[in-house]
C-alpha cells in the first residue's frame, strides 16, 4: 500500500490530509506548533514493515526507509532532526543531531529540542512512549523517547529542561505542555520485579503511592512480574518539572496491529515516529 497524500506548500491541507493516515496531536498547542504522529500506513515498505516504516535498523530494505523518510519531510514541509537512540536520558539541540545526521554520523541520544522554526525534533518508537513537548507560547519545542530505562533514568526531566534552556529566558517557570503518544498499554506491559524497583527507588516520597499503583500484579506471584502503566509513570516524571497540561496517552500499539507497529509483539516490525516544530 502507497500513499496518496498530497505533497503540498499549504501546511493545513497537508495537515489535514496527514491526519487521515497518521494521528495529529489533539493538545492545546500554540498556533504556531506543528505535531504528527505517524502509524504504519501510507509508505512503501513491505513485509512485517509494511509501509511506513522509519527505521533503518528495523530489517528493511534501506532504500525503502530512505523513500519513506522522504515522503515524511514532502508531507511535513521539515527537515526531522533523527537521532541513534540508545535508551537514555540524553537530550541534544535538535539543529545539532540534524547536523550530525547529514554528516552520516547520527548523533547518540533519546530526545531534542529546539527553538528554531522549520525543524522537526523528532524520535521513533515501537512500544516505547513518545514525548512531544512544547511551550505555551511557542518559543521552544522537545521530543522524548521514553522506554522504561529512559523514563527511569530522567530523560522526560532532562527534555523539559533542555526546552526551558531555549526559551527567551532560559530556565524561567514558563508553561509547559504535554503530548502523549501511542506506547505499549498497561494491560500489556508485562515487566520483571526489577522493573518496578528501579522505579520505586527513583520516586521522592511523594510520588511513592502513585509509582506503587502504576505497577499491578500479573502472573504468578512468585516471578514477582507486574503490568506497568508507562503513562501514569510518565506523569509522575513530568509533574516533577512542574508540567501538568498532559494530554493524549490512550492508545496501545500492542492492540492494534493494524495502526501500530508493535516490537514487543511481532519482534519483526517496523518504527513509527513523533515529531514536533515551530512555523513562523
Known amino acids: 500500500m502507497t500513499s496518496s497524500l498530497p505533497e503540498s506548500n499549504d501546511l493545513n491541507a497537508v495537515q489535514n490530509a496527514i491526519a487521515a493516515y497518521w494521528i495529529v496531536p489533539d493538545w492545546p498547542a500554540p498556533a504556531n506548533v506543528r505535531a504528527v504522529f505517524t502509524t504504519r500506513a ?39 532532526a533523527w537521532v541513534a537512540q540508545v535508551h537514555g536520558p540524553r537530550v541534544v539541540d535538535a539543529q545539532e543531531a540534524l547536523d550530525a545526521v547529514n554528516a552520516g554520523d547520527p548523533l547518540q541520544a533519546d530526545a531534542s529540542a529546539t527553538n528554531a522554526v522549520g525543524l522537526a525534533s523528532t524520535i521513533m518508537v515501537a512500544d516505547c512512549l513518545p514525548v512531544l513537548l512544547c511551550d505555551a507560547q511557542g518559543h521552544a519545542v522537545a521530543a522524548a523517547h521514553a ?43 508485562e515487566v520483571g520485579p526489577e522493573v518496578r524497583e528501579a522505579f520505586l527507588s527513583a520516586a521522592t516520597p511523594d510520588e ?3 509509582t506503587q499503583a502504576a505497577f499491578v500484579a500479573h502472573g504468578d506471584p512468585a516471578l514477582g512480574k507486574s503490568l506497568a502503566d508507562l503513562c501514569a509513570l510518565a506523569r509522575l516524571r513530568l509533574a516533577r518539572e512542574g508540567v501538568t497540561q498532559v494530554s493524549g496517552g490512550q492508545w496501545c500499539t500492542v492492540s492494534d496491529p493494524a495502526r501500530f507497529y508493535s516490537y514487543r509483539r511481532d519482534r519483526t516490525t517496523g518504527r513509527m515516529a513523533a515529531l514536533v516544530w515551530r512555523v513562523a
Open 42 to 80: 501510507g509508505g512503501v515498505s513491505q513485509g512485517p514493515q509494511a509501509t511506513f516504516n522509519l527505521g533503518y535498523k528495523a530489517d528493511d530494505d534501506p532504500e525503502a526507509v530512505r523513500i519513506n523518510r522522504s515522503l515524511l519531510a514532502a508531507r511535513t514541509g521539515v527537515p526531522s
Open 208 to 210: 511513592r503511592e502513585a
Open 147 to 189: 522506554g522504561w530505562r529512559g523514563l527511569c533514568a530522567g530523560v522526560i526531566e532532562q527534555t523539559v529542561q533542555a526546552l526551558r534552556a531555549r526559551l527567551p529566558e532560559p530556565g524561567s517557570a514558563a508553561t509547559v505542555i504535554a503530548w502523549l503518544g501511542p506506547c505499549i498499554g498497561p494491560t500489556a506491559f
